[in-house]
């Protein structure tokens, strides 16, 4: 007779070792980059490091409070928070109850620990070849995005450890999801490749800026993994989301659901950033004005509308599905 201990899935002693060991230079890196630049900044002849607690005063000192905090919240306080979380969880070989659903959590809201990543490329990429400003990149960034994957793929690795059976299950065809579909995959093509920003400073070079564009400045500049993550987690994965997204209406198209086929679905998602990058560029837009004049352009208009279009796609998918 089968119980329902026997039912839950358990954690190898290797993963969870691997798990530790992941962690352990998570948090040496995140320890480092609370005193490390991510970038020297030069404004005239003036060149001063910025800092995480750098970009917090210079958002206080605005006046753009909520902001500043969000700021500390999810560069500051969350990577230690997320560490604790994970080494709690990787401490036992099952994962049940108030654990996995921290788990949960701690995987949905991983990446916006990126937040200041971003903010930083756009200001890397916005300063390049100018006269009055510029910016270089320092290891201070190259730390702080290593410290955030490694702490991302650790809670992919306990989440594989805990993946049910696979299931299909018969549902009713899909019906009106699909145009939602079709208009969110032009909705990301246009966000991908038109630009966002603007400078319209009578000081610099005009130029306009797209998320294509921001790849080969960032390797220019010498940030080449910031480069490299920005190619993956704002092209790369948002067209993986998109077609992760056809193959589940596919599927629930002909009636049917595999959750073995779709178990990636939210895996691409978590490692989508155009959320966090869309709000990297509110903060920007908000507290740039000492630093250069910008307008915003459509590509803006283009991310929201596929972010909202995502969402009403799912929605839809699964309002079919049931």
Known sequence: MSTDSENIPTLSLHRRLVVVAILSVSLVCNVLVLFLPFMHLRKGLITEPYTLFRSVE?????????LALLVVVFSVVFPFAKLGVLAWISSTPTIVGLQKTCLNWVEKLGKWSMLDVYLIAIILTLTSKQLFVGGEPRI?????????????????????????????????????????????????IATITLPFLRIHDWRMLDHSYSILFLVPVLWMEGAHLASALTAVFLVL?????????????????????????????????????????GFALTVFALESESLMRTEVRWGVLALAGTLVLQRVFQSALERDRF
Not at 58 to 66: E, H, S
Not at 142 to 160: R, T, V
Not at 170 to 187: D, R, Y
Not at 246 to 274: E, I, N, T
């Open 58 to 66: 210079m958002l206080w000192q605005g006046g753009l409070y909520v």
């Open 140 to 188: 201070g960034l190259a730390l702080f995005i290593i410290a955030i994957l490694l702490s991302m793929i650790a809670g992919e690795i306990l989440s594989a450890g805990l993946q049910e059976e696979s299931k299909v299950q018969e549902v009713a065809k899909a019906s009106g999801s699909g145009w939602w579909l079709t208009l969110s995959g032009l909705a990301l």
């Open 237 to 277: 994965a948002p067209l993986a989301v998109w077609i992760a997204s056809a193959a589940a209406w596919w599927q629930h198209r002909d009636g049917h659901w595999s959750h073995a086929k779709l178990r990636w679905v939210p895996m691409a998602h978590r490692w989508s950033m155009l959320d966090v990058f």
